[in-house]
């Protein structure tokens, strides 16, 4: 499809390690020579899953236990039970969230910032109505709180009663004839181009340069993509097609960046003579950046936007004041008038009529986001988290010893860029490796040491296995056997 120009975005490169787990060991193992160091390494990655899970039992546990008194379905029942005065549910709220958060972190979710929103709402895909939140359904308090002992930077100025999660980039593509859309868009074009002759868009622009700040994500001030290790996506958008007869007519391909993987947390607000503790979390895949919308909690039914009331109102003024002056004149033409008015009625039909589209559209999208796009939510959607965590942690740790046993001795800025480049030529996938999170867990494993010069060193397989010893799941295994 041609475009007048390229639309594209930088996004931040993710700390997620994105190959599956056996495939994973698998792969490395295949690449050891000797078949007694496959069976050992295979032995060893075994055994630190299993050590990392009973670390984060424990935390996991206590996690659990705590929604249970916040589920929204029977949280207030439990809550009833314990007998808790305001002062102790209030605490444990926030115990509740701060671990929350540190699983969000170690799973390597991010916040969604105000500037992510801005990019996102830069351009549209399918959505093409102004969604905004019902804020006086939604409770401030509880996420206020946490928020102020527990400061974040660069948090949305929503913050205080949602937050969004994201994790992960990919590219939804839609391809169909979109004829209203392309309508739409042509009539667009022409209201910008009246707004020009009729000089009203430098008065447009400078307000909207007023109230929008600058897009820091445009690639008119970054650099190129061979220098940065940032991902670049295009957008391929209708407002950005190229006019003929050809692409009016066929079908066409649209393109926009989405969001892996998307966590909502939210409390609504409490209704007269209650008190709601009831968190909600709601997990969200595939979420295409321009329709972040379908994702938030308690939505407004939409409406006309403020520019189709204007466009409106301007069209219907412009056609009054023609077919009055009309009128007037010594003789009046009456198919002059017919005309005038059959363009007033048609521009105002056209306007209600794509929105009723616009508004089928998303009923639809709402509905598929319910079935098709929302993996889980509550107690469902933390167990998820508490096994990607593990999963994380695993894979973080199996690679940077491989690395080492491999390559030798390294300092921890080598050992990230050999983890890096590991990733991408055995597996071709690029992620900024957290080393840090690795090291200290090999350190706390037994498995690694350090030499006079700082230099991060790995034990033989053998010795690893011996360090860590024999687990908990590999006797309950061997039960089994001789049992059977």
């Given amino acids: 499809m041609a475009t007048k120009e390229k639309d594209v975005i930088r996004l931040e490169r993710e ?4 190959i599956l787990k056996p495939r994973l060991i698998m792969t490395l193992a295949n690449l050891l020579e000797r078949s007694t160091d496959r069976v050992e390494f295979l032995k060893l990655c075994k055994r630190i899953e299993y050590t990392i ?12 236990q705590l929604y249970s008194l916040f589920d929204p379905v029977h949280g207030a029942q439990k809550l009833e039970q314990q007998h808790l005065s305001p002062e102790e549910i209030d605490e444990l709220e926030q115990k509740f969230l701060h671990y929350l958060f540190q ?3 170690k799973s390597n979710f991010k916040i969604v ?22 804020e006086s359904k939604l409770d401030s308090k509880l996420l206020s709180r946490y928020f102020t002992e527990h400061p974040h930077d660069n948090l949305p100025d929503f913050s205080n009663k949602y937050v969004i999660f994201r994790r992960g980039i990919g590219i ?3 391809s169909d004839y979109f004829i209203m859309e392309k309508v739409d868009m042509i009539i667009s074009r022409i209201w910008s181009w009246l707004l020009g002759v009729t000089r009203l868009q430098r008065l447009l622009a400078r307000r909207q340069s007023r109230r929008l700040p600058q897009d820091p994500k445009k690639t008119d001030e970054i650099t190129s993509p061979e220098e940065s290790d940032d991902l670049y996506v295009e957008r391929i958008r209708i407002e950005n097609l190229e006019l003929s007869m050809k692409s009016m007519l066929s079908k066409i391909t649209i393109q926009e960046p989405t969001f892996d993987r998307m966590i909502v947390v939210y409390r609504p607000a ?5 008190d709601n503790h009831g968190v909600f979390i709601k997990h969200f895949k595939n979420i295409p950046l321009a329709d972040m919308e379908l994702v938030l909690p308690e939505k407004k039914n939409p409406g006309l936007t403020p520019m189709d009331w204007v466009k409106f109102l301007i069209s219907a003024v412009l ?9 007037e004149m010594p003789k009046a033409d009456i198919w002059v008038m017919v005309a005038i008015l059959s363009g007033l009625v048609g521009y105002c039909g056209k306007t209600y009529f794509t929105f009723q589209q616009n508004l089928a559209v998303y009923q639809n999208l709402i509905t598929k986001s319910m079935y098709d796009k929302q993996l889980d939510s509550g107690k469902g959607t933390l167990l998820h988290l508490c096994d990607d965590v593990i999963q994380q942690e695993v894979k973080e740790v199996i690679i940077a010893f491989f690395i080492l046993m491999e390559q030798g001795k390294a300092t921890k800025q080598d050992l990230d860029l050999r983890c890096e480049e590991l990733m991408e030529s055995e597996f071709g996938q690029k992620c900024n490796f957290e080393v840090d999170d690795a090291v200290q867990k090999l350190e706390k494993l037994g498995i690694i040491g350090r030499d006079s010069i700082g230099r991060i060193y790995c034990v033989g397989l053998q010795r690893a296995n011996e360090i860590i010893g024999t687990t908990t799941e590999e006797l309950v295994l061997k039960a089994k056997q001789t049992s059977s």
């Avoid at 700390?15 to 994105?18: A, Y």
């Avoid at 910032?113 to 102004?130: F, K, M, R």
């Fill in 15 to 18: 700390s997620v390690v994105p």
């Fill in 53 to 64: 899970r009973a670390w984060y039992f424990l935390q996991f546990e206590d996690l659990m």
């Fill in 103 to 105: 699983v969000m972190e």
């Fill in 113 to 134: 910032t105000d500037e992510e929103i801005e990019v996102a709402h830069s351009g549209q895909y399918l959505l093409n109505l102004p969604i905004s939140v019902d």
């Fill in 172 to 174: 939804d593509r839609t």
């Fill in 270 to 274: 409490s209704g007269k003579g209650q």
């Fill in 319 to 327: 056609g009054l004041v023609a077919l009055f002056s009309s009128l």
